[in-house]
């Protein structure tokens, strides 16, 4: 796609949401089940979010990028390496996050320092209340990797270990949230 304003070429792949989530590489395929679901639904809600919104990227005309400053999105072949993640796809399609209703941007990145950080402290700008600072155990003491808003996946994955619930993992990162399936 060619846009004026400017002057460059875009390369987009335009793929059904479902699809998109199956090629993302956010995580080995090998990391507990709950945790896959948990991440996908994170995934979907970051995407749809900018999706409602004309995407992240007006001027280029498309949504979001595949790296990691979005989502990293390697296709079909990563797809069919990861039949887990793909199995979590299937098992929460159309489970998204909301706060009072509407879909929410749920960030998330690699590891927290035992504290995760708000919106505002990172990003500066108006708080978002289900983006706030919390304590998170899992992680105490280790390197913070990341922006440190929202899910951080390794302390997540901990959670998953210790049996916890992807809603009740996606709950604890994102507070007071909803789980709302909005689409078979």
Known sequence: RYVPDTSRLWAINELLLEEYLKGLVETSDGAPSEFHQAQVVAARSFALYHIERGGKYKKGQFVLTNSASDQVYRGAKAAARRPNL????????GIVVTYDGDVVV?????????RTRGWEQVWGGK????????????????????????????CAMELARQGWTFQ????????????????E
């Open 86 to 93: 793909v199995a979590a796809v299937e098992a929460t399609r």
């Open 106 to 114: 749920t960030p998330y990145y690699a590891q927290s320092d035992g």
């Open 127 to 154: 708080p978002k209340a289900w983006l706030a600072s919390i304590a998170d155990p899992p992680c105490e003491g280790k390197r913070k990797i990341g922006h440190g808003v929202g899910m951080p996946q390794r």
């Open 168 to 183: 009740t993992i996606l709950r604890n990162y994102y507070q007071g949230v909803q789980l709302q399936k909005i689409y």
